[in-house]
């Protein structure tokens, strides 16, 4: 009379072992297909070098993601250049070999800029500038002119340190 099996509470049926078995063979191809979508990132992850840390930050986050057109209080932000109609001409001619903070952090008349690049062309291989060159002096001429001297600041009397000048030597 008694079918041991099928009456017993604690057996697994058939289909539900099956079920298990088909929703692990998906989850193994599923798994298979990741990897090999994504082999070649892994691969590159785990062969990765080291890069310097400060490089990463300038490069990626600063400036990488700031559009070229991006203006902020004037000022053009991915060359830290001060921003004007012309400003992409200066980028497109002085930006190629060194960074615009050498522009930034220097100071000079037109007559000073034109000497830095007859310098530059003389001994660093800058071309001719052609039509560009007044535009570029013009600019550089406007925004990185020396700063006016003011007044010189008073004599601090308390300071001084007075002496009695001997005029018999
Ligand atoms: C062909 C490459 C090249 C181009 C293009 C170029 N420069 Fe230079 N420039 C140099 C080199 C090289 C130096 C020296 C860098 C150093 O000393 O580290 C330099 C130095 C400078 C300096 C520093 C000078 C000093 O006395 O310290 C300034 C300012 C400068 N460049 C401005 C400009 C401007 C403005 C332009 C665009 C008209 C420009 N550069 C385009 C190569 C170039």
Redo the contacts with the bound molecule.
């Keep these: 009379m008694s079918k041991p099996n099928s009456s017993d509470p604690n057996a697994v049926p058939n289909w539900r072992l099956f079920i298990a078995l088909v929703k692990f063979t998906l989850f193994t191809i599923v798994l298979a297909f990741s990897y090999l979508l994504l082999e070649d990132s892994i691969d590159e992850w785990i062969n990765r070098k080291p890069i310097p840390i400060v490089k990463t930050v300038k490069r990626n986050r600063i400036t990488d993601d700031i559009p070229w057109d991006k203006v902020v209080n004037g000022i053009h932000v991915r060359s830290g250049l001060y921003d004007d109609p012309n400003v992409q001409t ?1 980028i497109g ?6 960074s615009s903070k ?2 930034i ?2 100071k000079a008349t037109r007559e000073g ?1 034109e000497q ?2 007859r ?2 062309q003389k001994t ?4 001719d ?1 052609g039509e560009s060159e007044p535009i ?1 002096l013009d600019y ?1 001429a406007k925004y990185y002119a020396p700063k006016k001297e003011g007044r010189r600041t008073n004599i601090d009397m308390d300071a001084i340190e007075w002496y009695v000048l001997d005029l018999e030597q």
Excluded: D, F, R, Y
């Design positions: 200066i001619a002085c930006t190629s070999c060194h050498l522009i952090q220097n800029w830095m690049i310098w530059m660093q291989n800058l071309s500038l570029i550089l």
